[in-house]
């Protein structure tokens, strides 16, 4: 799909572009994004390594496991085909709480894991499982108890009580997310597996 | 309290996690060593990703295309009760983070904090993520091309919080 996507932004950019007389706007913004890029990257590179060293310990160290059987009810039923005591379980536990929290250095790379040992239950699959989209629906509702940026803002801005807004923040979220699972759970029986057990090919690959 | 739990959550995380690996006799620098090599490989991965990703959506930033699809939608989306201001900021936000956050600070300098509108972007921005970014970058990093309905699910999520977010602050 975001083979499609990508020439769909690039292709309406530039056109847009050339048409409004913004092409030089649009040739420095796009070459101005790769240093963007980079610099996400290195920001990351620590994040990433930091994180997946932590995990690997808590793994070793049992911990991971006994996040997942926490959460084992919740689970089932968004990830069904995790096996019992997975690696999956924990580091999705584990992502889910950094993005609650609204710790985001943690909340990427440990996301990142999660889907990694997705993608290893999937047999590291060029398409993704059910569970896969399921998780990242969940992140990109992104239930946020604090959403500490925003509040930041409101508060330069000279907002009299910048947190009055945390309430309608949650039941914003709490919609998100619903209509993400429920939009995720529909959509999964109409985006079948091309060749897998769920189905015959997929007439539209995306 | 709120401030205090964000900024000891992440000390308490390391603490529980090595402190119960010592004590378990798990050798705990060998294995974050370990863990944190496949996570430099994993970010050497994605930075293609996020090159590509922040291309295109640079191309959509610097071409004031943004601006021509708010003036289109101004009418419908006025009948339905979102106030125009908040367009833009509808638009962009699946799409980029650094885009919207800095769209977001503008327009509630301008519009005031406090005010239905003021609160409604700030809503919206709190309860919403950069959706493209997230997906692009979790499943480059899986190395998986087909995502099936992850977008399309992903943005249904996003604009049905986004809406209510509007509409929540009319009510409350």
Known sequence: MLNVIWV????????????????????????????????????MLGAMCLWSGLMKVAEKAGIVDALARLLKGVFRFLFPGIPKGHPANGAIAMSLSADMLGLGNAATPLGILAMKELSGINGNSPVASNAMVMFGVINAACIQIIPSTVLIIRQQAGSENPGSIIPCVWVAS????????????VLERVSKVPGGKDGPALRHPV | MAELLSSIAIPLVFLLITATAFIKGVPVFDNFVEGAKE??????????????????????????LVDIITGLLQKPAEAAGIPREAIPLLLIRPFSGSASLGLFAAQIEKVGPDTFLGRALSTVMGSSETVLYTLAVYFGAANVRNTRHAIAASLVSSYAGMLAAIFICRVL
């Open chain 1, 8 to 43: 769909i932004m690039l292709f309406s950019g530039i056109v847009t572009g050339l048409l409004t007389g913004r092409s030089k706007e649009v040739s420095d913004a796009i070459l101005s994004s790769c240093g963007q890029a980079v610099n996400l990257a290195i920001v």
């Open chain 1, 174 to 185: 709490l919609v998100s997310a619903l209509s993400g699972v429920i939009a995720a759970k």
């Open chain 2, 39 to 64: 996570g430099a490989r994993t970010a050497f991965d994605i930075l293609p990703v996020m090159v590509g990703i922040l291309a295109g959506v640079a191309a959509l930033n610097g071409s004031g």
